[in-house]
């Protein structure tokens, strides 16, 4: 198969014909879910999707919020961001600031500095205050985060929203326990913390 005249793969079926080359790649790419914490949808409360995304980047998060936008043209868009190293947030601060355009809402976390001190002296708060357009505010931890998550899905249950969780890591300190997953640990949370108004 090629693609402008560049080969691009090579495709054997065992029916002859480029319509059936052209219809497997279609079922292929139908069947396609995507891959782990790529604009992956964790679960729905009330109305509201729950999203997960590895973005930690300015060039990932703009490009994860616009699929958001598109795919959730007319809800609320909450945004939860936990940057990724202090040294990366030093360094693209205005980059970020103004990577959240597509969004309504962004809660900025605590810095997961991974590998490094904070010698940049930088903290969530910095870029939540930069941030360019959407409301922001800097929460730094996830219990704190879960309890705006289901003050703002519960404040209007009629409303659709699109909560999107881009995490740097896999795990989250939360509490006593260490959380598998974050955006499914923040869906048990939003949903047991507040069962009435799920």
């Given at each position: 198969m090629c693609h402008?005249?560049?080969p691009v793969a090579?495709?054997?079926?065992?029916?002859?014909?480029?319509?059936?080359?052209?219809?497997?790649?279609?079922l292929h790419l139908n069947n396609f879910k995507g891959v782990s914490r790529r604009f992956e949808m964790i679960g729905r409360v009330r109305g509201?999707?729950?999203?997960?995304?590895?973005?930690?980047?300015?060039?990932?998060?703009?490009?994860?919020?616009q699929a958001a936008r598109q795919r959730f043209q007319y809800e609320d868009l909450l945004v939860v961001f936990q940057p990724h190293t202090y040294s990366r947030l030093a360094a693209l601060k205005n980059e970020f600031a103004n990577a959240f355009?597509?969004?309504?809402?962004?809660v900025v976390t605590e810095i997961y500095g991974a590998r490094e001190t904070n010698l940049?002296?930088?903290s969530g708060r910095d870029l939540a205050t930069s941030i360019m357009g959407p409301s922001s505010e800097?929460?730094?931890?996830?219990?704190?985060?879960?309890d705006k998550l289901a003050r703002y899905i519960s404040k209007d249950?009629?409303?659709?929203?699109?909560?999107?969780?881009?995490?740097?890591?896999?795990y989250y300190y939360c509490g006593p326990k260490t959380a598998p997953d974050t955006a499914t640990k923040v869906t048990e949370l939003i949903c047991s913390s507040y069962p009435c108004c799920f």
């Open positions: 402008r005249g560049c090579d495709i054997s079926l065992q029916i002859p014909g480029v319509h059936n080359v052209l219809n497997s790649l279609a509201c999707h729950i999203c997960d995304d590895y973005a930690h980047h300015p060039t990932e998060v703009r490009a994860v919020l355009s597509d969004a309504d809402v962004v940049w002296k930088i800097y929460i730094p931890s996830l219990g704190d985060v879960v249950p009629g409303r659709k929203n699109c909560h999107l969780n881009t995490w740097s890591r896999r």
